[in-house]
């Protein structure tokens, strides 16, 4: 399985930036697929998920309310949707996939197995 995260950039205070990765490989097995980012000296944190269907979905408390997660499963993409954007989203944001193997909460970066390269968002004050 093999992810490719894109769309980051650099963006104001208050603006807005869709991230896409494309999932490719044996996806058949894949429930849950989410997104993390890693600010510059800091643990890589959950930001959200959703599962196979598209219904479920969750997020960490930093973003509710202003980062939607969506899938579709044609096209094999998860999309992450970020609004209102603050200088303390900046970070590298990374896709990842559950292929349902052992599971430790949506939230937790064991349950994925794989994960995409990365893409940089950068907001400005």
């Known amino acids: 399985v093999q992810l490719q995260a894109f769309g980051g950039g650099l963006v104001q205070a208050g603006g807005s930036l869709r991230l896409s990765c494309t999932v490719s490989?044996?996806?058949?097995?894949?429930?849950?697929w989410g997104w993390f980012r890693q600010a510059p000296g800091k643990e890589r944190e959950f930001v959200a998920a959703?599962?196979?269907?598209?219904?479920?979905?969750y997020y960490s408390d930093s973003v509710k309310g202003r980062f939607t997660i969506s899938r579709d499963n044609a096209k094999n993409t998860v999309y992450l949707q970020m609004t209102s954007l603050k200088p303390e989203d900046t970070a590298i944001y990374y896709c990842?996939?559950?292929?349902?193997?052992?599971?430790?909460?949506?939230?937790?970066?064991?349950?994925?197995?794989?994960w995409g390269q990365g893409t940089l968002v950068t907001v400005s004050s």
């Open positions: 990842a996939a559950d292929s349902g193997g052992a599971y430790y909460g949506y939230s937790m970066i064991q349950t994925y197995d794989y």
């Open positions: 959703v599962t196979r269907g598209g219904v479920g979905t």
């Open positions: 490989g044996r996806t058949s097995s894949s429930d849950r």
